[in-house]
């Protein structure tokens, strides 16, 4: 599996302009485990974030979540690139990084807004050239990604309601941990402590489809990181998918797709 890890590994914030130069092979799609929040200040360029591809564009924001897909062709665009763990979160509480799962990865803002916390990335740019920062101007950094990040989560959400908002948070979280193991309703709803009636109207209300349609859809997405990324063969993907059979787990990627499995390998393979 081709996943990328920060290059400072005791480091959970790390900032770059937005060419800096890569650790790893930017040219083919690759996953990372941390989170990254790309400031667009000027220019254009393009990017694949879990096979939906979208235009860099300026006074734009872009989210990439720990576990995507992601292929970024910056051209001629400039800005800066913040990059950071979970365990951040443990420092910039009330936050919890399922706030920040979201169905849009692209975030518009206005001119205003997007000074506004590319100002606050750049002081974060700042601190990070010094090389022997006190505990308190790390915390300064820290604070200053608290205040973009709930500018986010406050952009992304166009009709916020916190019940609403932590609870598809938490649904996506959940299913995106455990879909390998579970894929029946009933085992989210027994883990949020919600009737399967419940979990149907708050999905419904929160993406307009069911959570077993959400659950399937996240199926189907890990299946085609495992076969794009890894050098599993298609019997082994059945096995870590923990189908009871590959002939259900061809079954299941004819009715989502219409394909056979490796048709849709070979699809995936030349794009």
């Known amino acids: 599996m081709n996943i990328v890890s920060l290059p400072h590994p005791n480091k959970f914030l790390i900032i770059e302009p937005l060419d800096y130069d890569n650790p790893y092979n930017f040219h083919t799609p690759h996953r990372h485990d941390y989170f990254e929040i790309i400031l667009v200040e000027s220019g254009n360029g393009h990017q694949l974030i879990d096979f939906t591809g979208s235009e860099l564009k300026p006074d734009h924001i872009y ?124 085992d989210y709803s027994e883990m949020m402590n919600l009737s399967p009636d419940r979990l149907t109207s708050l999905c419904k209300d929160a993406f307009g489809i069911t959570p077993l349609r959400l659950i399937h859809e996240e199926l189907l997405l890990e299946i085609k990181r495992l076969m794009v990324l890894g050098n599993l063969s298609l019997k082994e993907i059945s096995y870590e998918m923990n189908f009871d059979s590959t002939a259900n787990f061809s079954a299941f990627i004819k009715t989502a797709t219409g394909k056979t499995p490796s048709e849709l390998q070979s699809e995936l393979k030349s794009e």
Not at 102 to 119: R, W
């Open 63 to 186: 989210v990439v979540y720990p576990g995507q897909i992601h292929l970024l062709k910056r051209e001629s665009a400039n800005g800066l690139i913040i990059q950071f763990k979970k365990e951040i979160f443990e420092h910039i509480f009330p936050i919890q990084h399922h706030y920040l799962y979201s169905q849009e990865s692209e975030i518009a803002v206005t001119p205003a807004d997007f000074k506004h916390l590319y100002a606050l990335a750049q002081s974060i740019f700042a601190l990070s050239n010094n090389e022997n920062l006190s505990p308190l101007s790390i915390h300064k950094s820290y604070s200053y990604l608290q205040i973009i990040l709930i500018s986010i989560i406050e952009f992304s959400n166009k009709n916020p309601h916190q019940t609403a908002s932590n609870f598809a948070g938490k649904f996506l979280q959940l299913v995106s941990q455990h879909v390998r193991a579970k894929k029946k309703v009933a």
